[in-house]
Nanobody
Framework: QLVESGGGLVQAGDSLRLSCAAS????????MGWFRQAPGKEREFVAV????????YYEVSVKGRFFIYRDNANNMVYLQMNSLKPEDTATYYC????????????????WGQGTQVTVSS
C-alpha cells in the first residue's frame, strides 16, 4: 500500500527526491515517515511528519539537508535529500501509522518495499 520511488546512484553533494505513494484512502489521517537501513546496520529513523503537516522531525545527521513534506490531496509523501554524503547510502523505506509513537519508534503499521540510494564519494 506504500510504494517508494526516486532512489538511484548519485555523487556526493548531489540531490535526490524520494517519493512514496499511498494506495488507500487512509493517507490523510496518517502520520508518515522515512527510515533507512544500510548494509549490516539496523534500520534507523530519518524523518517524520504528522498527518496535517504541522510538525516534522529529523534525525540529527540529516537535519538541514533533508526535508519531508506531503501532498494529502494526492496521497504522496516526499523526502528531498540535498548535499548527499556517502554515509547516506542505504535502502530508504516509507512508513505510515495513525499512532505517532509507533511511527517514530519504527513500529509502523504500513511499510513500503524500499528504494536504494547510493552516494559515491
Amino acid at each position: 500500500q506504500l510504494v517508494e520511488s526516486g532512489g538511484g546512484l548519485v555523487q556526493a553533494g548531489d540531490s535526490l527526491r524520494l517519493s512514496c505513494a499511498a494506495s488507500t484512502g487512509f493517507f490523510a489521517d496518517y502520520n508518515m515517515g522515512w527510515f533507512r537501513q544500510a548494509p549490516g546496520k539496523e534500520r534507523e529513523f530519518v524523518a517524520v511528519i504528522d498527518w496535517n503537516a504541522y510538525n516534522d522531525y529529523y534525525e540529527v545527521s540529516v537535519k538541514g539537508r533533508f526535508f519531508i513534506y506531503r501532498d494529502n490531496a494526492n496521497n504522496m509523501v516526499y523526502l528531498q535529500m540535498n548535499s548527499l554524503k556517502p554515509e547516506d547510502t542505504a535502502t530508504y523505506y516509507c512508513a505510515g501509522d495513525s499512532d505517532w509513537g509507533r511511527l517514530v519508534t519504527g513500529r509502523s503499521e504500513y511499510w513500503g518495499q524500499g528504494t536504494q540510494v547510493t552516494v559515491s564519494s
